[in-house]
Every structure is written in structure tokens, then in C-alpha cells.
Nanobody, 123 residues
């Protein structure tokens, strides 16, 4: 059974940094693309960043490029999102997700989600 658990959210000020972590189990972690999504109140869930199963593929939303970095640890089965220079517009619930299909870097559909961790950025 797939299980994803996010941690690291909190209340920070604009310009601060924060690191989110997602612990994954219940599947062969090394064979799946992992991603972070976020959803702000009244808005649709959006892809923030993804890291491919091969380890050399990453994609980012334009709004977070340069500021956010996604990484994965295939020994600990974790995926992290390092966020720097946070802005109020980054306020959202952040979710870890795993791709439906294995062994594909670009993922057309994510199948499993964690419960999310809240990030709130104040000015």
C-alpha cells in the first residue's frame, strides 16, 4: 500500500527559506517519478516540481524556478523540496505525489498523494 507523508511546513516570513520532506513507502521508490504539488485556497492544484526516476530529470513551475530545488534520496526513499526566497504567493498546502506509471521521467498522471503540509508566508 502506497504511503506518502509530508513534513516541514510552517509559518515563515517573506524572504525566508523552508525545506519540505516526503517519506515514501509501499512501492519501489527508485522506479517512480516523484513530485510536489501545491494548492492555495480557491485555486486548482498545481505542479511545483518533479524529479524523474532516473535521477537526472527535473521540472519546475515557472513561478518557482531558481527559488525551489527538488531532490530525492533513493536510499531513504524520501523526496525533498528546498524553498528559498519565499513569497506570499507561495502560501498553499503542499502535497507529495507519485507517478501512476513506473520508469517514465515525464509523468502524465500522478496516482497517489500525501495528506499535505501547510506553508504560510507572511509579509
Amino acid at each position: 500500500q502506497v504511503h506518502l507523508e509530508e513534513s516541514g511546513g510552517g509559518l515563515v516570513q517573506a524572504g525566508d527559506s523552508l525545506r519540505l520532506s516526503c517519506a515514501a513507502n509501499g512501492f519501489t521508490f527508485t522506479q517512480y517519478t516523484m513530485a510536489w504539488f501545491r494548492q492555495a485556497p480557491g485555486k486548482e492544484r498545481e505542479l511545483v516540481a518533479a524529479t524523474g526516476w532516473t535521477g537526472d530529470y527535473r521540472e519546475y513551475a515557472d513561478s518557482v524556478k531558481v527559488r525551489f530545488t527538488i531532490s530525492r534520496d533513493n536510499v531513504k526513499n524520501t523526496v525533498a523540496l528546498q524553498m528559498t526566497n519565499l513569497k506570499r504567493k507561495d502560501t498553499a498546502a503542499y502535497y507529495c505525489a507519485v507517478c501512476r506509471n513506473s520508469r517514465t521521467n515525464y509523468c502524465p498522471e500522478y496516482a497517489y498523494w500525501g495528506q499535505g503540509t501547510q506553508v504560510t508566508v507572511s509579509s
